[in-house]
């Protein structure tokens, strides 16, 4: 009786799947969109069926695997070890850009609160700065950490559910309209646009499920709540992002730094703009130093396997993983001096176009593990179908995110997947070596 009190139920795990998601996610959201025009809302419908269907998949795999690691285990049980390697290699790759990305957001509103305009050498310098304060700050391990960022995270959340409830009274239809596709793009032009950036809004949804022990009846409520905390954050980006674009105009939502500052500022007035501003500074601070972290014990786990060279292992007398971590954030600041771009909307769609093809892999890897994981299970196959069915739409939803992330995107991409085979081949030889010393010893 006392297990099932400590336990979470379906609402509260749906809520908590709604906030794992969305944090910094959304924060460039409205500027990065408002490059497409608001027929952007087509993508979104698009991308919240494929994550969805990604979701509940996602939800089974978690269900079914009895292998530990994540996304790597699911991908073991389809494509053995160099699978388990993969995936968590590009997903590591992809959170580490990933975090390049946020904090060149949390640079941006900063810059609009200070009212400073800063060049691209001066935001590459300045991201590069916090990246580094983030990850000092990390040296003293994860309890204050994940105290703080749970805390900072509700900085963006309540300002974008405060616009989905009462930024209606300033909509303008007109407005709206005007905005629809400013660019005249073909119509398969335009709904592939923003396909990755409203796709990045809901990365992280593989982690959704990693509470399935703490949750009452697990194998009906963790699908359950993954499937309505995915349609819970797709309505609140849909609602968020469109509702700006009728308050504030196209040209503005392009060239601003601060979106959701601007919106607050025309609906009230500066300084509530302002304080909204800060909060959402303070809320990607706070996810930054969450996932700085997050980043070090993902390389850690690695290490530990054996995909990643020792040094990732090695931890501080806080249990903090110090020199990975100075490893990690060496490598985003020669990421951020890479991608220098004329402003910071395009340097952060360049990042977020990157991310989100490194971390396709591991969806599609894991997609295409759901099958087998039933059939060793021995799941009837008129009960597996309709999982495998949704695996697959899943799937092909990935690849069109690829498809769509433009040709630099997944050049880079293809370029860190196959330099992985690289890595793994060195590993699969060191480990294979060591095997057969052991066996002659």
């Known amino acids: 009786m006392s297990d099932t009190k400590n336990k979470m139920g379906v609402v509260q795990l749906t809520i908590l799947t709604i906030v794992n998601m969305m944090g910094s996610g959304i924060i460039m959201l409205p500027s990065a969109l408002a490059k497409v025009g608001t027929i952007s809302i087509l993508s979104w419908f698009v991308t919240a069926l494929g994550s969805t269907a990604l979701a509940y998949a996602f939800a089974k795999c978690g269900m079914f695997s009895k292998k530990p690691g994540g996304m790597g285990g ?22 580490l850009i990933a975090n390049v990305a946020i904090a060149i957001s949390a640079v941006g509103y900063a810059a609009v609160f200070l009212d400073m305009d ?68 073909p119509f398969f032009q335009a709904l592939g646009g923003s396909i990755a950036m409203t796709l990045w809004a809901f990365l992280g949804m593989e982690s959704a499920c990693a509470n399935s022990d703490a949750v009452e009846n697990p194998e009906k409520n963790v699908p359950i709540a993954v499937l309505g905390g995915t349609i819970g954050a797709a309505i609140i980006y849909i609602v968020s992002t469109n509702v700006v674009a009728g308050i504030v105009s196209n040209d503005a939502l392009v060239h601003s730094n601060a979106p959701f500052g601007l919106v607050f500022a025309q609906m009230f007035n500066p300084t509530i703009g302002k304080v909204v501003i800060a909060c959402a500074v303070i809320s990607c601070v706070g996810s930054l130093l ?8 993902v390389f850690k786990s690695g290490a530990d396997d054996g995909f990643f060279p020792s040094a990732f292992s090695k931890v501080n007398s806080s249990d903090a993983p110090v020199l990975g971590m100075i490893i990690i954030v060496t490598i985003q600041s020669a990421l951020s001096l890479m991608t220098i771009s004329p402003s910071l909307a395009s340097q952060f769609d360049a990042l977020v176009n990157l991310a989100v093809v490194t971390n396709i892999i591991p969806y599609i890897l894991s997609m295409a593990a759901l099958g087998i994981m039933q059939r060793q299970l021995k ?14 739409v899943g799937a092909l939803y990935s690849f069109y995110a690829l498809y769509s992330s433009g040709d630099s995107a997944v050049m880079l991409g293809s370029l860190c997947t196959f330099f992985g085979w690289t890595i793994y081949g060195f590993i699969a030889n060191k480990n294979a070596k060591g095997e057969l010393e052991n066996a002659n010893a």
């Open 379 to 392: 799941i009837p196959a008129h009960k597996a179908r309709a999982s495998n069915i949704i695996a697959v």
């Open 290 to 297: 969450g996932w700085q972290f997050t980043i070090a014990q």
């Open 74 to 95: 699911y991908a073991e049980y389809a494509f053995g070890r160099s699978g388990n390697f993969m995936a968590n290699y590009t997903y590591s790759v992809s959170l």
């Open 118 to 185: 800063l060049t691209p050498i001066s935001i590459c310098l300045a991201t590069i700065g916090l990246l580094w304060l983030t990850t000092l700050a990390n040296f003293g391990g994860a309890r204050i950490t994940g105290q703080v960022s749970s805390v900072t995270v509700w900085g963006i959340i309540i300002p974008v559910i405060g616009i989905c409830l009462i930024g209606w009274f300033w909509f303008d239809p007109a407005l709206y309209s005007a905005a629809w596709n400013p660019h005249n793009m």
